[in-house]
């Protein structure tokens, strides 16, 4: 979760993002073999595929949603190109992944802003990530690794302004409250996922 500001000093709807998603945010963290003895290559394969199953049908959802706020560049933020290219690079092949079938439900402005959420403060964290992968098993953004570094130099800049961009949205206490539900239902999603696909540690 980023702590680049104190939560007395954000938005409402981000402070009540991240008090409302910490618990589930954390628990997923640990499950994640990103720094487990047990990656290696093919682990790490099977793990990119998982996220692929799930990233491309949240962001078809997304894409189609009725419910997406004029104004902001979803096509920019996409991650399942990238995956694609990962995939591609490391021999995966992508028709034959099963994708997921139990994703967050998004019937407001509010329950999309809550996915949003999840997804960019998960790439915001990918630099880390993308970090062991590399020192582990000597991956970059050309032959595997360009999910985790998506945003190239500029993720804390799209970052921030993600954070603008929620901020700039007018949600009262009630849309709030779907905002998280949103956003810990995308997170359990998630992590049901990746559990089905027997890729958690």
């Not at 409302?20 to 990103?34: D, N, S, Y």
């Not at 290696?40 to 491309?56: C, M, N, S, T, V």
């Not at 560049?73 to 099963?98: F, H, N, Y």
């Not at 800049?157 to 539900?181: H, I, N, T």
């Amino acid at each position: 979760m980023p702590q680049d500001q104190t939560l007395s000093a954000v938005s409402p709807a981000l402070n009540a993002l991240r008090s409302g998603t910490q618990t589930l945010h954390v628990a997923l963290e640990k499950r994640l073999p990103f720094f487990s003895d047990t990656l290696d290559l093919e682990r790490y394969k099977r793990l990119l595929g998982a996220y692929y199953g799930f990233y491309h049908e949240l962001e078809e959802r997304l894409q189609h949603s009725p419910w997406l706020t004029c104004g902001f560049d979803l096509q920019a933020r996409l991650k399942t190109p990238a995956l694609c290219r990962d995939l591609q690079a490391l021999g995966v092949s992508i028709p034959s992944l099963e994708l997921c079938d139990t994703l967050p439900v998004l019937h407001s402005q509010a329950s999309v802003l809550g996915a949003l959420y999840v997804l960019e403060g998960a790439t915001l964290g990918g630099n880390v990530l993308r970090k062991q992968i590399s020192e582990r098993l000597g991956l970059d953004t050309h032959n595997g690794c360009a999910f985790l570094f998506v945003y190239g130099a500029a993720t804390g800049q799209q970052w921030k302004a993600f954070m603008d961009f929620l901020g700039s949205v007018p949600l009262d206490a009630q849309a709030r409250g779907e905002a998280v539900q949103a956003a810990c239902s995308t997170f359990s999603c998630f992590e049901q996922w990746l559990e089905r696909q027997e890729v958690l540690v």
